[in-house]
């Protein structure tokens, strides 16, 4: 493996170690409920553009750079919201159960609401 793949392979690692210190310290605990937003649905119906939410002080935190990063996911800056491909399952609540299993090992950790 030569030297630039392993140098962005480890950036890639520490953002996500730094994204999941950031969402623990700040915006989500245990038992805290996630707000998923749908941005966009693809033509075809098989992609979905999600944006993240969690409450803070009875205010409105946006979480979804900060969560792609610790999912290591794709993050479409175009968009500005998280891209999830596939059908046939909710993709909100599969996003928050992943997120909940990275932060705190326990996919059942996190609530989720669509707005």
């Not at 979480?63 to 999912?71: E, F, N, R």
């Not at 479409?76 to 891209?83: F, M, N, T, V």
Request: charged share 30%.
């Amino acid at each position: 493996m030569n030297q630039k793949a392993r140098t962005k392979r480890d950036l890639a690692r520490t953002e996500s170690t730094q994204a999941i210190e950031r969402l623990r310290k700040n915006y989500l605990k245990v038992g805290d409920t996630v707000y998923v937003f749908l941005r966009h649905i693809s033509r075809s119906g098989t992609c979905r553009w999600l944006d993240l939410f969690a409450i803070r002080e009875n205010k409105p935190q946006r979480i979804t750079w900060s969560a792609a990063k610790a999912l290591a996911t794709r993050y479409d800056s175009r968009r500005e919201a998280i891209r999830v491909e596939g059908c046939g399952f909710d993709c909100g609540h599969s996003l928050v159960h992943d997120l909940a299993w990275r932060l705190f090992g326990n996919s059942d950790a996190l609530e989720h609401r669509w707005l």
